[in-house]
T-cell receptor
């Protein structure tokens, strides 16, 4: 089955700097790669996603890149703000109605 | 986006009792729903896949007789934690989707249920 590795587990950046979180996946059949932000005790919130037919996607300060050959994808947050502080999870999923497999998460702290 | 509603959001129960958690798709039909468990400071781990009208599929290490899943309609899946013990205390969350055609990919999550067994 799919295995998703996520690094780093914790990340501290100064406000205004960029943050990068990286994930790798094992199943070449996976074709959907979302990123979630989760606050304590709440459901994961989708912040950006990418499908396997696209190499990069950007939404304001957030971007995701995907390298299918290497089976890795990354989240980039630019101009970080204190409210970006949270736990971020990457995930991967195959075609159809299949479950998401999550990375272990990254706790991002943005220091003002 | 589609809405998935999960209840209760919090429950405290005594050890040995059972707790039922409901997951409803409010504006779409979900033939499949997924149940995840999240322990503190850990990731979401898939427990089981709930299939409407048929038996759930459980992940390795998840006891099907302890975590009963019923998916009797296209909009409701329930997870019952039977004979709960303190080690079952966790955040349980369901998801459904994608919705619609093959171009849709997003999964929709319920609000989650914080279970505390005392």
């Amino acid at each position: 089955g799919e295995n998703v590795e996520q690094h780093p587990s914790t990340l501290s950046v100064q406000e205004g700097d960029s943050a990068v979180i990286k994930c790798t996946y094992s199943d070449s059949a996976s074709n959907y790669f979302p990123w979630y932000k989760q606050e304590l005790g709440k459901r994961p919130q989708l912040i950006i996603d990418i499908r396997s037919n696209v190499g990069e996607k950007k939404d304001q300060r957030i971007a995701v890149t995907l390298n299918k050959t290497a089976k890795h994808f990354s989240l980039h947050i630019t101009e970080t703000q204190p409210e970006d502080s949270a736990v971020y999870f990457c995930a991967a999923r195959g075609a159809g109605n299949t479950p998401l497999v999550f990375g272990k998460g990254t706790r991002l702290s943005v220091i003002a | 986006g589609a809405v998935v509603s999960q209840h209760p959001s919090r429950v405290i129960c005594k050890s040995g009792t059972s707790v039922k958690i409901e997951c409803r798709s409010l504006d779409f039909q979900a033939t499949t729903m997924f149940w995840y468990r999240q322990f503190p400071k850990q990731s979401l781990m898939l427990m089981a896949t709930s299939n409407e009208g048929s038996k759930a599929t459980y992940e390795q290490g998840v006891e099907k007789d302890k975590f009963l899943i019923n998916h009797a309609s296209l909009t409701l899946s329930t997870l019952t934690v039977t004979s709960a013990h303190p080690e079952d205390s966790s955040f349980y969350i369901c998801s459904a989707g994608p919705v619609g055609g093959s171009m849709n990919t997003e999964a929709f999550f319920g609000q989650g249920t914080r279970l505390t067994v005392v």
